[in-house]
DNA sequence: ATCGTTAAGGAAAACGATTTCCATTAGCTT
DNA sequence: AAGCTAATGGAAATCGTTTTCCTTAACGAT
């Protein structure tokens, strides 16, 4: 059915030279060219409207050009910026990157990481997080260590349990500098919805808001931490649990935008203004967040830019290339808006 | 560097057979194979843990099992549900998708579909509507023949400049339906939000609310059209532009719903009430449109499906097989929230 | 005993590139 | 004139599979 598509040996044939020279040509080779016979080649080239298959060439290179990618869900904006982010670096370099959407099922986490195998891909990236399943996680690194044995580059995106290489996000920072904020604006009384206890986001921002309140020596009430699934149904349960529970709090901050976005939309549900009787915040600057009436204030993850960190890193690496920033870092910012509430200017 | 992987002549020298056996036995192939030595063989391979090389696999069958698909916006969860949809199908049969995220910007646009190309790509997918820049035009057709002509199937989603068979999504049915929604609810005095004029998903979905008045022989008044990009504060500025100018109004239809989000925060922020001063709906059921205070009314474009049907159908294609739905069709619904006022109960 | 058929397996070519040798020629050096 | 080097080009092996022929053996039919 598909047609036998034009090689090197017709581009050769066309120009009167052997294939090797056309190979050399088309590589810059070290090897010298006649400069008359290099200009009747890339002619034949141009003519013959030819390109070298790249399943030819990464057979005999060992090289797939091949970058895997792992997330949990694609239409999470978090990881879409992320992707988005590394695919504009490694695109320059003609690689290819391919995503698997797991929907953080063990299932098709393995057959993801099973199809990069078979394909011989150079590197992959591991997104999201920790799924703690005992089964899983045997499976997963095995594999992981059939893949590295492979020369391939595994590489993990915040906490994981297996052994490789992880970038940090800045999750626990995020925590502290959303928690800080509050504080500075007077805030006491705050309150926590955490997310799922299966992720390693959870933990580490969890870390982050307690290390804020511990730095001012203010103490941490068990009441006015809340369970939360990092979903907007989550926040507005919590904004509920919060409602019934307890008194005398001033600001909320939720573990992500999602369910901050969830709590304000509860608590006006139930009458009550924001900021004006409870401040609320998130993290993670979804664009939702910017739609919010009152917009959200919360910080943004740079989650672009850890993406183009990400693909030159494995650019480089893959590359071998000598000296680079090994250990990127991303560049956290408060974005301030309406939803908190100073209680200074009292 | 990268080390020299377990291949099929490894494994046949432990079964003490020939490649050609041990590739019969990988591929179940007709020819007839001694049960004992098929044991042999497959026992070899799970010691050896063998995975046969796609690579080579490729090279020899010309098949890439590559395909690519073109998108203006990953973030844009719009997008990203479609892949999600694809990728499921397509993850069965040992496909590949490979996401080239555009940012509407048509070089690399072209740098995509050239890549594309050079990798054998099986099959294209252009999604995202059209950019109608000439010079744009021609290069691209011009790629998109030859990926034609060398055996690759090319797919768009939504109306295309270009000669090539294309899935619709029902954009303008779309349109349709939440305005006759709006109409059955008494509402005459709607206005209408457009998108950009570039886009042929603009288009379609003026027509569809076109259609809907014309049909109840509503006159459309062009004081009530307002021009907008498909952005959250192209919204808020429609809606300045309705409020300055117009008196009357009772309900306005954006043409999606981030412009949908955006009139209406800008109505709260001028101290209106939705739905009980305006009434307001948008396209696309974005996951901010539940979030919204009052929740968005809107037309849900069941958009994993539509991934998950031009999976099935390139699938079924790129396989020959005899019979399949060979014109997806998608299943509209309206999502009745909480942003529209009956004017009939009055 | 010979023939035809089928089962079973292997050798070698092929896919489209790259790379390692090797051959030829030209230009200098002495 | 002999010898050396550099420039230029090609032949053939190679990567890891699949596939097209071939060969051999076994077995029943005649």
Redesign the interface.
Known sequence: ?????ISIKDVARRAGVSPTTVSRVLNNSAHPVNSKTRRRVKAAIAEL?F??????Q??IN???H?IGVIVH???D?YF??M??GM??VI?KY?Y??????TSRDVD?EL??VD?L????A?AVVLTGGTLLDQHYREEMAGYIK?LQ???SIVLGVTAHPFNIKSIELGNSLAARLITNYLLEQGHRAIAYINGPAILGTTNERWQGFQEALLARKIPIRDKWIVAGDFS?EGGRRAARQLLDEITGLTAVVASND?MA??V??EF??QGLAIPDDLSVVGIGNI??A????PPLTTIALPIFDLGVQIGEYLINTLG?KGSFNDQPEVQLSLVERDSVRSLLEV
């Open positions: 059915m598909t047609v036998r598509s409207n390109h070298p298959n790249r399943l030819a990464g057979l060992n090289k797939s091949l869900d694609l239409s904006p879409a910026e992707v988005k695919e504009r695109i003609d290819i990157v391919n995503i698997y959407n098709k057959k993801a199809l195998r078979a394909n011989r150079e059939e044995s492979n020369g907007f999602e976005l969830g304000m939309w006006k549900n664009p939702a910017k739609y919010a009436y071998d």
